[in-house]
């Protein structure tokens, strides 16, 4: 967006750390909302974690601002509350209660400013489980995502934060609802958006599977694909995900690389017959790919209408010359200074990819400025550092 995006003259007040909760800010300030992010003094651990946690805080906290508060004093609260009496949405992750002991709860808080959007981020909706400890790996193992995910007998989470990312887009559906029935109303109204529920909606498909068929999705290791052609095959230097997933598809297949013979047999013209009989298909084809180079099973099936993949890394897609060439990377300056490109919002509106230069925030970068806006003078803001209120 340019600075004029569709969310733009929105204020969002962020208390969050990890993944859920910073995905929802991240979303609504990629669309021009004008988010701060609340941290503590020093600043949000996640922006310290080391490992798989590493990229956390750069992926989700682009586009935002940073004031860091002692909530714990009485200046540092005092401010926290007058930000959100001003806030249009606030968005938190934090336990349950956490916020609600400092008076920072949806009631306490939409007394003061009728017109808030509270969004809370948790493990579980109301319900027996609401106050139990949750992450994105015990969602996913509690919700069947893991048992799906991995081959029988063996669950294994899903191999991104699928379910703190998607729980966060639940957020923003969640939050832009509100905000239209505001409109309407003119007042706000506290939503919440979940871990646990996130994962039932996303293995929905397996129980409706079950209820449709009276059988047990099997695990996607071990499943009956629908086709009979939609797997990964090795070729002679790199393996390629291949789906033939029509007839006419089939056809196509056939001609492409010669396969008169499987053309030529009238059982295999159907999908399901092709599928009950994929034992026999299916070395034929294994060998064929085996055949060719990556590259030119690429070069026969681009433009043919054949779903095909080759299998990427993460890291391969720096490079990817779509990607590169249609704004799916924005510019980002980390923390330390060091320049990267990482992914923008998946959308584009009227013809225009969310894509604008990003500079993380450092911890408190933004507090003086905030604070001066916000009316306090300079000897205030002076001697709140100095008492360790703000950072």
């Known amino acids: 967006m340019t600075g004029n995006g569709p969310l733009s003259g929105l204020k969002v007040i962020e208390f969050t750390h990890m993944v859920m909760g910073p995905t929802v800010g991240h979303i609504l300030a990629s669309l021009d909302a004008d988010v701060t992010r609340v941290e503590p003094i020093g600043g949000d651990q996640t922006r310290r974690l080391k490992g798989s946690g590493s990229g956390y805080f750069p992926m989700y906290n682009r586009h935002k ?52 959007i509270y969004c809370s981020e948790k493990g579980f909706l109301p319900g027996p489980y609401e106050n139990r400890t949750a992450l994105d790996e015990v969602a996913q ?65 397996h129980m409706a599977q079950f209820a449709v068929s009276g059988v047990p999705a099997a695990p996607m290791p071990a499943r009956i694909s629908a086709w009979a052609i939609y797997d990964v095959f090795e070729t002679k230097d790199a393996p390629i995900f291949i789906g033939v997933v029509t007839d006419s598809l089939w056809q196509k297949f056939c001609k492409i690389f010669a396969l008169d013979d499987l053309w030529a047999d009238e059982d295999l013209r159907l999908n399901n017959d092709r599928v009950a009989a994929r034992d026999r298909i299916i070395p034929q084809i294994r060998d064929l790919i085996m ?25 391969d897609m720096f490079d990817d010359p779509h990607l590169c060439a249609s704004g799916g990377l924005e510019n980002v300056t980390l923390d330390d200074g060091n320049s990267t490109q990482l992914p923008t919002l998946p959308i584009m509106m009227d013809g225009v990819r969310p894509n604008k230069h990003a500079a993380l925030p450092r911890a408190g970068d933004d507090s003086a400025s905030i604070l001066a806006q916000m009316g306090y003078d300079a000897a205030d803001i002076l001697s709140m550092k100095n008492s360790g209120d703000i950072e």
């Open 291 to 315: 055949g060719f180079t990556r590259q030119e099973i690429i070069d026969k099936l681009d433009g043919s209408g054949l779903p095909f993949a080759a299998i990427g890394r993460p890291e």
């Open 65 to 116: 601002k940073s004031i860091c508060l002692n909530l714990k004093s009485e200046n540092g609260l005092a401010i926290a509350k007058k930000l959100c009496a001003n806030a249009d949405i606030l968005v938190e992750n934090f336990r349950p209660g956490a916020l609600d002991k400092l008076g920072l709860d949806y009631e306490s808080l939409s007394a003061e400013n009728p017109r808030l």
């Open 141 to 205: 193992m509690m919700g069947g995502l893991a048992y799906m995910t991995g081959p029988p007998g063996k669950p294994l989470r899903a191999g991104a934060s699928v379910i703190d990312v998607t729980g966060g887009m639940f957020g923003v559906i969640a939050i832009l609802a509100a905000i239209e029935q505001r409109h309407h109303s003119g007042r706000g109204q506290k939503v919440i958006a979940s871990l646990f529920e996130t994962t039932l909606y996303l293995v929905g498909q």
